[in-house]
């Protein structure tokens, strides 16, 4: 076939990844000597594949013969690449793969609390499970005693050439940090979230916080292995981010408001994370918060919420200096 053009109307960033799916699949086919579209189609639907892999491998394909190709159009290109009769695998838990809820957790908790290490590790988590910080963003927060305020680096956050932001979401400061920050209403929360603090800044003076991270992470699997043995996925350092997604969900917190305390510009970023079938919630305020109108232990700012995309009017957030 003719070298993978990029067009359709996409963007570019979909259509790079597109293209290195369809390279992957053509040489796989090509390998077992499918060199029409109808056995093409008949190829992907016999791989052992999860149906999530196997739909986005459709969609490349729709994409390159359709959209870049002009062998048909897409609907005719869909309905020989079709799902019907397709092997059905589901996705098993593996190799990179974290569990998004906080159920097994609480066995592994009291498995690792009996170990001075472990009660790191079991408090660093729970930590994460109230702020919603990835692992990266850990060692950067910065706190606000007086006020009971978190300020948390949004990781990743990026601009395009003209200085949109395209994502991340937060105040930018002088020094071009984007931050985002919680404030939070129960003061138990508060301490828990305080003592872990405490504890990255004693450990943070002679290691690395990668150096921290890692053994935090060895602790984890070892405590979930130990209780729940070879079943998968694994609650790891990423998992806190999940549940405590999870969480707000549950409590009902509209999709704005989520996207912001994750720092995420968009309402369709939030989607992925957290299980709130499977959360505990979190612990009720004495006062409503006036943009969700529901009792949460923390308070997500407007400020943060109104620059997620969805929103009538996107102001500009302004700069300041955390702390």
Known sequence: MNAID???GRKASTEELY??????ILVRASAAGVE???????????QSWSVATLRLYRMALIWYLADVGQQGTRRQVGEVLGLEGAVRKRRLGGPGKRRKSEKGWDAVKAWLEKREVGKEVALWMEAAMLAGFRPVEWKGCQ????????????????????????RGVGIEDEAGVVWRYLDYVSEADWQVVAQAMAVRDRLLRDKTAEEVLASYA??????????????RPRITLYSGRHIFAGRLKK?????????AALG?????????????????GLHPAKGLHPASGLQTGIVVPDILRNTV????SVPDPGRFSPG
């Open 6 to 8: 990029q067009s359709g």
């Open 19 to 24: 293209a290195r799916l369809v390279k992957r």
């Open 36 to 46: 029409k579209l109808p056995e093409l189609g008949e190829w992907l639907r016999s």
């Open 143 to 166: 706190m606000e005693t007086e006020k009971r305020r978190l300020w948390i680096p949004t990781a990743k956050a990026r601009k395009d050439a003209a200085g949109n932001r395209v």
């Open 218 to 231: 060895l602790w984890l699997r070892r405590g979930w292995d130990a209780v729940h043995g070879a079943k």
């Open 251 to 259: 409590s009902g917190v509209d999709r704005r408001t989520l996207a």
């Open 264 to 280: 995420q510009i968009s309402v369709r970023s939030s989607k992925v994370y957290g299980r709130a079938q499977h959360s505990k």
């Open 309 to 312: 995309r969805g929103m009538d």
